[in-house]
């Protein structure tokens, strides 16, 4: 899943109401652990979206992405962990990998486009690409936050 930063981990517990019939997450349910991931790290770092979107910036998803590979089910204790993995201008992605008990059950990502108020792209504020450059650091050091950011 690339070459960027640990991911971030943030616990969550199947809810009876994500399961169908057969006691299995439906597949919707994928998106919104992936979205509580995100939130969690970010929130974590001291940058809730709240504030981000208080500031006039929106993250509006542009592009989403699920392979699942093991079902969850009904009171399964799951781990997301979520990292981010390219930020580049308007453009942010995130990559995340669900787990049980260690077991990988899924793999997703989320393309999000920094956008104003109405909903045009415009540039991320320099203390959000602060905060995504802190995020986004490669092995070497180096990262693909794009300095035409800030």
């Not at 919104?32 to 991931?37: A, D, M």
């Not at 308007?90 to 990559?95: I, W």
Request: charged share 30%.
């Amino acid at each position: 899943m690339g070459t960027s930063a640990a991911f971030h981990e943030t616990r969550v517990r199947v809810r009876y109401g994500e399961v169908d019939r057969m006691g299995v997450v439906h597949h919707r349910h994928y998106l919104s652990y992936f979205e509580q991931g995100r939130t969690e790290m970010l929130r974590d770092l001291g940058a809730s979206y709240r504030d981000v979107e208080d500031s006039g910036t929106l993250l509006v998803v542009a592009e989403t992405g699920v392979r699942f590979v093991r079902p969850a089910g009904y009171e399964d204790d799951l781990t997301i962990a979520t990292r981010l993995t390219e930020a580049r201008g308007v453009r942010v992605r995130f990559e995340y990998e669900l787990r049980r008990d260690g077991v990988l059950l899924a793999t997703g990502f989320t393309v999000l486009v920094s956008c104003d108020a109405n909903g045009r792209p415009k540039r991320p504020p320099p203390e959000l690409v602060a905060l995504f450059r802190g995020l986004h650091r490669k092995d070497d050091g180096a990262t693909d936050v794009q300095e035409a950011a800030t």
